[in-house]
């Protein structure tokens, strides 16, 4: 059985930071894709960050030089170091396991970043 297990959301000020967890079991994690994407209210879901199974690393322009993807295949995990971050980063953020058709999703973790 495959699950994702986002952890680390939560409420932060603006310019603050928070670091994400997801942490994978059921898979070979070292051969997946990861991914994390956020989805505000009312709109489409939308890629954050990726990091092939080789460690190559893309960003959507939003959050470029303020988030970090990165991986630890050891642990299982992927995380999401975000710093200075927004009130517009506010949503759910998923985490996504992907090896050509293999893909799966966590439940999601909330970020609320408000004063």
């Known amino acids: 059985q495959v699950q994702l297990v986002e952890s680390g959301g939560g409420l932060v000020q603006p310019g603050g930071s928070l670091r994400l967890s997801c942490a994978a079991s059921?898979?070979?994690?070292?051969?997946?894709?990861m991914g994390w994407y956020r989805q505000a209210p009312g709109k489409q879901r939308e890629l954050v960050a990726r990091?092939?199974?080789?460690?190559?690393?893309t960003a959507a322009d939003s959050v470029k030089g303020r988030f970090t993807i990165s991986r630890d295949n050891a642990k299982n995990t992927v995380y999401l170091q975000m710093n200075s971050v927004k009130p517009e980063d506010t949503a759910v953020y998923y985490c996504?396991?992907?090896?050509?058709?293999?893909?799966?999703w966590g439940q999601g973790t909330q970020v609320t970043v408000s004063s």
């Open positions: 996504n396991a992907q090896f050509y058709s293999s893909d799966y």
């Open positions: 059921g898979i070979i994690f070292s051969i997946y894709d």
């Open positions: 990091i092939d199974n080789g460690g190559r690393t």
